[in-house]
């Protein structure tokens, strides 16, 4: 496996983590501010994907 084909995986993996904390959060604890800042970092996490991926495929 490639070394940028590890990032993109590990990315993946963190948005899925960041996407499930932000449901528990504001499920679980009710407390929609965090949760909304989870998710936001979650969906930074996969432009980061999404770049990596796309630089991946040009090469």
């Known amino acids: ?3 940028s084909q590890a990032m993109e995986y590990l990315l993946w ?4 983590v960041c996407g499930a ?6 499920v679980v604890h009710d407390n929609t501010g965090a949760a909304a800042v989870i998710g936001a970092a979650g969906m930074i996490i996969v432009l980061g994907a999404s770049a990596q991926r ?3 495929l040009k090469r």
């Open 13 to 16: 993996t963190c948005a899925v």
């Open 1 to 3: 496996m490639q070394r």
């Open 21 to 26: 904390s932000a449901l528990i959060t504001f």
């Open 54 to 56: 796309t630089r991946r």
